[in-house]
């Protein structure tokens, strides 16, 4: 299966709200205002400051997490009620490898994520060395995932995802916990990616090189567009 | 959170007779073990001491035999040291040395053939060993692929918790909070819930757990 070569995320009024903590108040909480907006570039950046609701944006796209109001599509299949679907077409690779990666070592994350693919025992294993080797991991296949560093860790997450050829990549901060020539070596490889990517990110430099640019305030979109005007006007909301 | 893998036998790569040994048959084994080093006793407290005296030494000519060496036998045991000491002292106060030795034998004889089993089993094909056991009651409801990776998911957590207690014991250490049972206690409760959530997450992430056919059910 090879990814396809262009998809289309559709979010209608799509809004995230949680109910109060505290019972003596009555309105939930905003966690995502009502957006609306197609997303269609093959890289996309999303920007803000820490609790502005970018992780709860990307959620939304693969159905982590649902909307209170309005709909969210992608490639015409809707989040609520085709989640699984959406959720095997939609990669999502999170902050923290350690909390994905869930199998003792990085050969056999990949042969669980391929489990889904009905192949045999063999055929699995296989594959899941040819995934290590395509990645330069190979010399990982049987290490405890404790043992691998930050960088190790987080291509072993994005080869786990990847493992079953999505045709969106959603990645929230994934270069956060790594120093910079992992850094270096992770964007690299979303380079060279023929899917669809769609990634948070505090690095600006890294932003101004995409497609395109959401900036999100106090959950709300406040920018959408050029990346260099999307950044200066992320840098303006930061003083 | 630092690493404790090691205190779940991880599987070793090789190619001994264990290794190539069919699954069931290990399985069956293991479970050979837990009745002679178990049951034995019931015949006669010195029978169960001899006969569990000589399924630990065959423990561990399979131990060696598995190329699992010295080091990875005495990890296994040092975990268990206080407890087997502990267990050991109080029959021998109260049954004498032949019960104290068969007891102490019969969990050493166990735990080791267990970690031969998963020394030399990689972690799919214990899945796919215990999907197939549950297989004949998927006509009650189990699934089978989600009993397996939930079995796996608990092998999995066992490092991170402990590792949760170290972190968390350091931590208090550094504030001079080793004695304060909350200060030790509290916060891996907190991160141990965080982690379920967390590792949840992703599985839902990544469609693990999901139902094939589920999108038909849905509103």
Redesign the interface.
């Known amino acids: 299966m090879s990814p396809a070569p262009s998809c289309r995320i559709e979010l209608a009024q799509a809004s995230v709200s949680i109910p109060p903590s505290d019972p003596r108040i009555k309105e939930s909480k905003t966690i995502l205002a009502p957006l609306s907006l197609t997303l269609t570039q093959q890289r996309i950046a999303v920007i803000g400051a820490n609790g502005s609701g970018k992780s709860t944006f990307l959620r939304l796209i ?1 159905g ?1 997490v649902l909307p209170t109001t309005g709909t969210v599509e992608v490639n015409g299949r809707s989040t ?6 959406v ?2 077409s939609v ?2 690779v ?1 902050t ?1 490898p ?3 990666l ?4 990085p050969q ?1 994350d990949i ?3 391929l ?2 693919a009905k192949l045999s ?1 063999k055929e ?2 296989e594959q899941a060395l040819a995934i290590l080797h395509e990645y330069r991991l190979e010399h990982l296949a ?1 290490s ?4 691998l560093s930050g960088g190790e860790r987080q291509l072993t997450a994005l080869a ?2 990847l493992a ?1 050829v999505p045709d969106i990549l959603v990645l929230d901060e994934p270069s956060t916990l790594l120093d910079l020539r992992n850094t270096r070596l992770l964007m690299e490889r979303l380079a060279a990616l023929p899917q669809q990517i769609i990634l948070s990110t505090h690095d600006l430099a890294l932003a101004a090189t995409f497609e395109r640019v959401l900036v999100m305030d106090q959950g709300a979109l406040v920018f959408d567009g050029d990346p260099h005007q999307g950044v200066a006007a992320y840098r303006e909301l930061a003083g | 959170m630092r690493g404790h893998a090691h205190l779940v036998a991880g599987y070793v790569p090789g190619s001994s007779p264990l290794h190539r040994m069919r699954l069931g048959l290990k399985a069956t084994l293991l479970f050979a073990v837990a009745v002679l080093a178990l049951g034995s006793p019931i015949i006669s407290t010195r029978v169960g001491a001899v006969v569990t005296t000589l399924t630990l030494l065959a423990v561990m000519v399979a131990h060696f035999v598995a190329g699992l060496g010295w080091h990875r036998m005495w990890r296994a045991i040092r975990l268990m040291l206080i407890f087997l000491i502990l267990i050991a002292g109080y029959q021998w106060w109260q049954h004498g040395p032949w019960v104290a030795w068969q007891v102490m034998a019969a969990i050493v004889a166990t735990v080791l053939a267990s970690n031969v089993l998963t020394s030399t089993t990689p972690v799919d094909e214990l899945l796919d060993g215990l999907a197939a056991v549950v297989k004949p009651l998927e006509r009650f409801g189990a699934d089978p692929e989600r009993f397996s990776l939930t079995v796996a998911l608990m092998l999995r957590s066992i490092p991170f918790v402990i590792g949760a207690f170290g972190d968390v014991r350091d931590a208090a250490r550094a504030r001079g909070l080793e004695r304060n049972l909350l200060a030790r206690s509290l916060p891996v409760v907190i991160a141990t819930v965080g982690y379920a959530r967390a590792t949840g997450e992703a599985l839902a992430a990544r469609g693990l757990g999901d139902p094939e056919d589920d999108d038909a059910s849905r509103p």
């Open positions: 693969n982590l609520h009620r085709e989640a699984a679907a959720r095997r990669g999502f999170f923290d350690l909390s994905q869930v199998m003792p070592t056999e042969e669980l994520s489990r889904r025992k699995r294993r049987q405890s995932i404790y043992e786990t995802v079953v």
